[in-house]
């Protein structure tokens, strides 16, 4: 509600979807791409200032080139609540994520800056199954072609202050923005040291070399995924998840549901066989 206050200096959530109500075009069937998605959510106001510019260059396509499903994962509240998801318990881990995921991790080996398919054998001769998170494609050496992914370009800098934009995330829509977001770090834990640390995030154009962070799913790479999809249903040797090894566009809650879930299932047909 704060935006469309804002926007349109309405009071109410029922002055608000009236709004957003009359900008709907009438389209007799479903949303076939992002733009008709948005719009028939939001309408044209919110979708050309919010939504348009950030999916654009986050994606690096025209937002009707990209598929509907997207959108769909951003919530829309007619409510004052600032907070960004709808979750009843929401937080980071005390230390941030390093830590904990250090303490995860503890007691196992870890080998870091390995090339995992120059190990891939020696990984296969100590395990019974091997957990791969990593690009699917690429497990199989792209032998039916490439999937596509978006990546991301980084510039950190420190600032003289000790409080260079107030919160933690600040999302930048307009075009004229070469970046999407710029992260102040110290919010996520209220720090109070008397600089601050700024990171600049520039979606880019995924290479080979490069880190994946988003699958692009539209309809010719999900079908060239289903292909992938079969093959690794017969490595009865190895798990496929995450965002790469699913190629889906997960949220981080929904893979630690997804590998809770598989973590169940295998235990459960381990405890079947024995």
């Known amino acids: 509600m704060n935006t469309f206050s804002k926007m349109w200096d309405v009071k109410t959530p029922a002055e608000a979807k009236a ?43 025209e937002c009707n080139e990209l598929p509907a499903s997207i959108i769909k994962r951003l919530p829309l509240r007619f409510t004052f609540d600032n907070n960004y998801f709808n979750d009843p318990y929401q937080g980071i881990p005390v230390g941030g994520y390093t830590r904990m995921i250090e303490k995860m991790l503890d007691g196992t080996d870890v080998i870091l800056n390995c090339d995992f398919f120059k190990k891939y054998r020696d990984f296969k001769k100590t395990a019974d199954k091997l957990i791969y998170t990593g690009m699917i494609d690429e497990y199989f050496d792209y032998k039916l072609g490439h999937l596509e992914y978006r990546s991301l370009r980084f510039e950190s800098r420190v600032e003289n202050t000790d409080n260079y934009q ?89 893979v630690i549901r997804e590998s809770m879930n598989r973590a169940e299932e295998e235990f459960s047909c381990d405890s079947k066989t024995q």
């Not at 733009?35 to 979708?47: K, P």
């Not at 979606?203 to 093959?231: F, H, R, T």
């Open 166 to 254: 107030g919160v933690a995330v600040v999302n930048y829509t307009g075009v004229e923005v070469p970046y999407t977001r710029m992260i102040e770090h110290k919010h996520f834990e209220f720090g109070t040291q008397p600089k601050t640390v700024v990171t600049e995030e520039y979606p880019c154009v995924w290479q080979p070399g490069m880190d994946a962070y988003y699958p692009i799913n539209d309809e010719k790479n999900n079908k060239l995924y289903s292909e992938y999809e079969i093959l690794a249903r017969n490595e009865k040797d190895a798990i496929f998840g995450g965002r790469l090894g699913c190629y889906k566009y997960y949220d981080m809650d929904k």
């Open 19 to 61: 709004k957003i109500q009359s900008q709907i075009p009438t389209l007799g069937r479903e949303p076939a791409n992002l733009e008709e998605q948005a719009i028939s959510m939001v309408g044209t106001d919110i979708y050309e200032k919010l939504v348009k510019g950030y999916t654009e260059k986050q994606w690096g396509r």
